[in-house]
């Protein structure tokens, strides 16, 4: 059994990779745009441009994967805006690449989406509310999970929000504030932005769990805690015993970002729970798992050459 990771760089596959190593037998092929530095008897890797159809192909074909998890993506809201011809070709086109080579290689096809599908008028959102996005990003999530609904290969979509972990390729919204806290460097957080974070161990953990019980269709995957960005800032300083007062409150309208976001953002995750049983952390549990794995990584910086 194999699993092929695409965006093996992504702060998720940092979480799934090691996941996917404890838990399965499965044997992991890594695909990513830069080399990835894990070393284990059953992973093997490919740096290639996973933009390129044919080398996509090239790849992943000969591996027969049972499932490809693909946690590319272009994710960053301001940047889709600006480029909307790299947002598409990364979150629309690159789907439809892999659902081809899903679709002979017969595997599951496992997907992330987003709770900016919503416009963030009533959220949080469950899996039958109709999407409506108010910026790039969202629109070509969008399109990505509707690739894949009109695909008819096996397929899941996880959709998620603030996802949060210590091993990504960028700051996460966590490492920006205790950047910022540690640098006694000021920051604005909204105070009228809600999600529920989601650490991402849960949203690993419900990879493994919608391919070893072969669920398809849509999830919602999201933390216990409904809160807005400047609530999380604060407790993040909190957890990480920092003072929280050079956080400034401010609302979205005052801070003026590139992209719209959806306010009253967020996800139910009644379905997940019940179908996939499983019970997401709250950000407190979240942020304690956090601060356990930037001090073990601090203490053994070769953790990802693993057993
Ligand atoms: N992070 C969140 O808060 C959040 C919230 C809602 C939904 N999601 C969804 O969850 C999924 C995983 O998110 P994530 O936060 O784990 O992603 P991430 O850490 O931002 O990583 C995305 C990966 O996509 C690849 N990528 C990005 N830009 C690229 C480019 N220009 N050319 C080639 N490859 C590029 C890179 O893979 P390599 O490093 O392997 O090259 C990168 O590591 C995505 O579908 C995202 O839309 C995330």
Known sequence: ????????????????IPMLLEETDAKLHLVSGRPIDVVHPRVSTDTIDITDRAELKRVVMPQMPTAIINTAAMTNVDACEADKKLAWTLNVTLVENLIRVARVADAHLVHFSTDYVFDGEKGPYTESDIPSPINYYGKSKLAGENALAIAGIESTVIRTNVVYGPLGPRPDFVRWVLQALDEQRSIKVVTDQYSNPTYVDDLAEAVITVIER????????????????????????????????????????????????PVRGGLVTLKAESDLRMKFRGVESGLVSYRHALFSEHLHPTQRKLP
């Open 1 to 16: 059994m194999t699993f092929t990771i695409i965006g093996a760089g992504s702060t998720t596959a940092g979480a799934l």
């Open 214 to 261: 072969s669920r398809t269709g849509l999830y919602h995957v999201g933390g216990a805690d409904y809160l807005s960005r400047y609530e999380f800032a604060v407790k993040i300083a909190e957890l990480f015993k920092v003072d929280p007062s050079i956080i400034e409150p401010v609302t979205t309208g005052e801070l003026g970002q590139a992209a719209r976001r």
